[in-house]
Every structure is written in C-alpha cells, then in structure tokens.
C-alpha cells in the first residue's frame, strides 16, 4: 500500500465547534485545565457534562496576557486560579458532604434506620446519615474556628474571597490564606496529601 493511500484511509478528527476551540483556548490560557480532557485524538475537549463545561469564559482586551477573563457563574472554587488541584478537590469533596448531609425528608426516620439497621427503603437515609458524620469529621479536622468559617462559607454557601474580606474587613490575602490553610486541612483528612491522618 502507498503512502498516498495510508494517508487517504486514516481518519481525520472533526472539527471542533467554534464556540468550543474558544472556551479551550482561554481556559489554557489561564490555566484552567481542570476544565479539560483529551479526546481520542489527543486534543484537548471540555469535559462535557460537567458544571465547569458549562461556564462561559469572556475575554476583553484581546485576552491574556494583559487581558481580563471574566467567568460567568463563577463557582469560587474555581475561580481562584491560585488553589492547587488537591486544595479544589478537597474544597468539592467537602462541599458535597455538606450538600448530602443536608438534605430534607428523613429526620424522623433516620435515628430508626440507625438503630434497627433496616436496608428497605433505607438507602437514602443512609446515604445521609453516612454524610453528615463525614462532614462533622472534615468540619474537625479544620480545628479552628476563623478557618473552619472561611471554608464552609466558601465551599458551603458559595461565598467569594472578596465577599467574605467585606464582610470582615480583613484583606483579602488574610482571607485567601485562611482559605488554603483550610483546604490543606481537608486535603490531609481525606488522605490527598502525603501526611495522611491517623485513622481510629
């Protein structure tokens, strides 16, 4: 066989939507990369389906460097683009913790549930009940109460650095390293970092 057949016969990746090769570029620009994955051609994609594929990134200025990127419905995990991965993860993790732990529609029967040890019907108590204690525990592991706040507010309640350096008139450094201190915390109880926590 020729070259010039081979060549023919190899499949050729499809074009990327214009709208999306946008949102790839200013996302590597940035450094967002968590955004992304590789496709089986080896470019990179939005991770479809994700909360943060659905971000629409706009840039001004012609864009980095020197430009501004704005982030629409900017989750404040992400948006701080100083957060190392294993700090983003552990901030997620303990977010969703609290999201589950929260939920409405069970209070009654899950002290039952504990008890009795029932699976019928019980999954979703469960599933709470486990949650909850999850986050009580990483809320522990935060250990003080000026971190423990930051975190929750941020992670929790969606609340940014910015906001929270406002509300209480600390700069917004103070307030973003409370922040990482935090998540460095988690990381560690969740056993992402190399100095994992004793178990027991």
């Known amino acids: 066989m020729s070259k010039k057949t081979a060549k023919v016969k190899a499949p050729k990746p499809p074009k990327l939507a214009k709208g999306e090769a946008e949102q790839v570029r ?5 450094g967002h990369d968590f955004a992304l994955k590789d496709d089986a051609f080896g470019r990179k994609r939005l991770a479809v389906g994700t909360l943060e594929a659905r971000r629409i990134y706009e840039v001004s200025n012609d864009g980095p460097p020197g430009g501004i990127v704005r982030v ?13 991965r294993q700090q983003r993860e552990a901030g997620m993790r303990y977010r969703e913790d609290f999201r589950v732990s929260a939920q ?5 029967m ?3 549930e504990r008890v009795d ?18 986050y009580a525990d990483a809320t522990r592991a935060l250990m003080h109460w000026e971190v423990s706040g930051v975190v929750q507010k941020v992670c929790c309640h969606g ?33 992402m970092m190399l100095m994992r926590r004793p178990r027991g």
């Open 104 to 108: 409405d529609g069970v209070k009654p």
């Open 72 to 84: 629409r419905n900017v989750d404040p995990l992400t948006g701080i683009t100083s957060l190392s």
């Open 26 to 30: 200013i996302r590597k620009e940035v």
């Open 110 to 112: 899950a002290l039952t």
């Open 159 to 191: 609340e940014t650095v910015k906001s929270l350096a406002e509300q209480t008139g600390e700069p917004r450094d103070v307030v973003s390293k409370l922040l990482k201190i935090g998540l460095d915390l988690l990381a560690v109880h969740y056993g």
């Open 117 to 134: 040890g029932g699976r019928i019907g019980g999954g979703v108590a469960d599933r709470i009940l486990s949650a909850g204690r999850a």
